[in-house]
């Protein structure tokens, strides 16, 4: 746990602070995201709490200790670093520039091979591919995972990263977030984590923090920030469009539409049709007995068939899954002029259906839990 108390820095000559009386708790295991507008302290304040600029007044606690009591060598050395310019040593290669803490704190050439394969390995870059290289021989992306990676080396329980992927481009940097937040998920890091995006901040952080001018604005869960602004300034900086990016915190479990009817690829399908006419359904997903998805059936298609609706169901071939982030469940929903994805799961189980009515009812809060107009329904999701 990191807990600052009023910290405050402020350089010779300067007209005011650059960090103002700044108090904060980041909690283990937690990514907080310091964010702000250019010159809003935040930089700074992640550089003051590993010793690489003095306070000037106030205080900062890693794990119940002051880390003025502590050696700044040492405390540098269980806090990795990641930053925006990567800072990998050109004349080193990718195992070297790995192991450069781990080598200061004089682990065996065994522990440290071993503890490098296994970096490369969790950042998707092969060993026996990467470790000899040289930084010149590596792409802007995979110097960043080799970055990533030498902040993890000696496997510190704090890492402090200063925009490790604003130099990559859209498509990259979007694959190493995903990356991160995997590797995170496992490792469970206490992390600050320092950006100008408001978009990367939700999507990384666990928890923001918003400064301007070195004053401490506003923190608290993405969410928080979304929905309730604390002023003007935090409603300006998480955008006019901050309903939509609430859609980045939800995944499409919490949105759909659970035990949507379907039909079963064995029921006749004039009993299909007659009960489709009946409850006005243009369409009706079909499953297995074990609600496995097969497809779909329309009227059309049901319109003087003598066998099972099964024999003539068409193939659903884009589904999501509910652990899909909304944003991006609606996005492909737009892409390819759907009013409606069907939600499995990795063995192909239907677990509920994501429209386009109950998108737009979460979206103004006032989100209906049973959604939809799929008509009457029975305990088991299937039509009467």
């Known amino acids: 746990m990191i807990e600052l108390n009023h910290v405050t820095k402020i350089y010779p000559g300067a007209s005011q602070p650059a960090v103002d009386s700044v108090s904060l708790t980041v909690p283990e295991g937690e990514i ?10 935040k930089t700074t304040l992640m550089r003051l709490i590993n010793r690489l600029i003095p306070i000037t007044s106030g205080g900062i606690s890693v794990d119940g200790k002051d880390i003025m ?3 700044p060598i040492e405390l540098r050395r269980h806090i990795g670093y990641a930053i925006q310019q990567v800072g990998l040593f050109p004349h080193m290669t990718v195992r070297d520039n790995i192991a450069t803490v781990p080598k200061l704190l004089c682990w065996s050439r065994v522990k440290i091979d071993a503890r490098v394969d296994e970096l490369l390995t969790l950042v998707n870059l092969e060993p026996k591919t990467f470790r000899d290289r040289f930084p010149r021989q590596l792409s802007g992306g995979q110097a960043q995972r080799v970055g990533v990676a030498r902040a993890m080396a000696a496997d510190p329980p704090i890492m402090l990263m200063d925009e490790p992927f604003g130099a990559i481009d859209p498509i990259n940097r979007e ?32 928890r923001i923090a918003l400064l301007k001018e070195g004053r401490l604005i506003q923190t608290g869960l993405p969410d928080e920030l979304l929905n309730r602004p604390a002023d003007e300034f935090v409603k300006s900086f998480v955008g006019a469009d901050r309903v939509l990016k609430r859609l980045n915190l939800l995944k499409v479990k919490d ?25 006005d359904l243009a369409f009706l997903i079909v499953a297995d007995r074990e609600r496995r998805l097969l497809g779909y ?19 659903l071939t884009l589904t999501v899954s509910p652990e899909r982030n909304l944003k991006e469940a609606l996005s492909q929903m737009l892409g390819y002029d759907l009013g409606i994805l069907v939600v499995v799961d990795e063995d192909g189980r239907i677990q509920g259906v994501l429209n386009s009515t109950t998108l737009s009812t979460l979206v103004g809060s006032t989100y209906d839990e049973r959604g939809g107009h799929w008509g009457r329904i029975t305990a088991a ?3 009467l």
Not at 258 to 264: I, S
Not at 297 to 315: E, S, T
């Open 175 to 206: 694959v190493l977030q995903d990356e991160f937040l995997r590797i995170q998920e496992k490792l469970k890091k206490t992390i600050i984590f320092v950006t100008h995006d408001i978009n990367e901040a939700i999507k990384m952080g666990q």
């Open 255 to 279: 949105a759909m539409m659970t035990n949507p009817v379907h039909c079963r690829s064995e029921d006749l399908s004039e009993k299909v049709l007659e009960q489709m006419v009946k409850n």
């Open 69 to 71: 009591g502590l050696d």
């Open 32 to 41: 907080c995201v310091f964010i702000g507008p250019s010159g809003c302290g």
């Open 381 to 383: 999701g299937r039509i």
């Open 297 to 315: 059936v329309n009227q059309y298609d049901l319109r003087g068939h003598k066998g099972h609706a099964g024999d003539v169901a068409r193939k």
